[in-house]
């Protein structure tokens, strides 16, 4: 919509009585603090965009740099630099709200939120995801009311772990019936030397609280089976598979497949690793564990670690793999890793990534 011109020589600053009007009018008003100063509150319609981000992200929310362009941050310092950057850049228009949000809510002006809306975040902690317009406030409040089962809290399942605590997965549960021995420590980093003989289940327990003590973490000390396996994942948004053996892997298809969630498969076998999302209830439909290994391959054919061994980082590599999935699906991004697989050899230093179909006559994802 057309917006009126600013007077020539107009100053850089425009007062925020001036400047809601304007917002009031469509106007876009661009909130460039950084994510923790928001748990003060924002300015009615204001879209936030840190100043580090402004010049990148300026052109895709305002494309017509003959419009007016509104700043604003907490006292009007660094809106009007920003400001002034954006005039460099063709926005002639560009102006900041003098004295900030502090003078925005002093004057009465409308507010978006108050500190209240956003004290059940710890802004300070996120601060760099919140920035990032895939997640925001909202998108943290997704994930902190997450729950993720993790298979295993060996060399796939620790990393995962980690950076899923650390992003704010509200809810994550283990699920091994092992204890921590000696040869795990070179890839399994939720365990420390200390840990010799503790439950697999406990000291990745410690490790993630202490990394984040706001995470609900449950131990489950079990083999996941197919007994048990649709009673334990009852409840939960996404199952990360980080088993080492085709019994349980198959154990946590078909309980995916019964409950309708999606299950973040990763494997590693020496240099090389490989993860993939299996998820027939996926829109538009995915394969499932069974669609790729219809049956388990004879022993000689899929040794275990601790028979063919593994470079310790490429479970790192996987499991984060498996993370940054997990966080695509609890937030609605991105295209996760649903009829694609993608395999990662760490002596060529590549990634290959090959399509894998659903089985129409797959015995479990096909009834």
């Not at 928001?38 to 204001?46: P, R, S, W």
């Not at 609900?216 to 396996?229: K, S």
């Not at 669609?291 to 601790?306: F, H, N, R, T, V």
Request: charged share 25%.
């Amino acid at each position: 919509m057309s917006t009126p011109a600013p007077r020539p020589g107009t100053p850089v600053e425009l007062d925020p009585g001036a400047a809601c009007d304007l917002v009031r009018r469509g106007v876009a008003l661009l909130d460039v603090r950084d994510a923790p100063e928001l748990a003060t509150g924002m300015a009615d319609g204001a879209r936030h965009v840190p100043l580090c981000e402004l010049e990148r992200r300026a052109p895709e929310l305002e494309p017509d740099r003959s419009q007016v362009v509104l700043l604003i941050c907490a006292s009007g310092r660094r809106s009007r630099q920003g400001a002034e950057r954006l005039r460099t850049l063709g926005y002639g228009r560009a102006m900041s709200v003098a004295g900030g949000f502090q003078r925005w809510r002093a004057e009465g002006l409308p507010v978006a939120r108050s500190p209240d809306e956003v004290a059940d975040l710890d802004v300070e902690r996120y601060a760099r995801q919140l920035t990032l317009p895939e997640v925001g406030l909202d998108g943290q409040r997704r994930l902190r009311d997450a729950r993720v089962l993790l298979v295993g809290a060996g060399g796939l399942g620790s990393p995962a772990a980690l950076y899923l605590a650390a992003a704010g997965v509200g809810h994550l549960t283990l699920v091994d019936d092992d204890r921590v021995e000696r040869s795990n420590l070179h890839r399994q980093v939720l365990h420390g030397d200390a840990d010799t003989g503790r439950l697999k289940i406990d000291s990745g327990a410690a490790t993630l609280q202490a990394l984040n003590p706001t995470v609900e973490v449950t131990r489950v000390e079990r083999r996941l089976t197919a007994a048990n396996a649709r009673t334990l994942l009852e409840g939960a948004h996404v199952a990360l598979d980080g088993a080492d053996n085709f019994a349980t892997r198959y154990a946590v298809n078909d309980a995916c497949i019964a409950l309708g969630i999606p299950q973040v498969h990763g494997s590693v076998f020496r240099f090389e690793g490989q993860v993939t999302v299996l998820w027939p209830a996926a829109p538009g439909g995915g394969p499932c564990y069974r669609c790729l290994y219809p049956e388990a391959p004879p022993p000689e054919l899929a040794p275990s670690c601790g028979e063919a061994g593994v470079l310790g980082v490429v479970p790192g590599v996987i499991g984060l793999l498996q993370a940054a999935e997990t966080l695509k699906l609890l937030l609605g991004v991105g295209s996760p890793l649903v009829g694609r697989l993608l395999q990662y050899d760490a002596l060529r230093g590549s990634f290959d990534e090959f399509d894998v179909a659903r089985t129409p006559a797959c015995p479990a994802c096909a009834r």
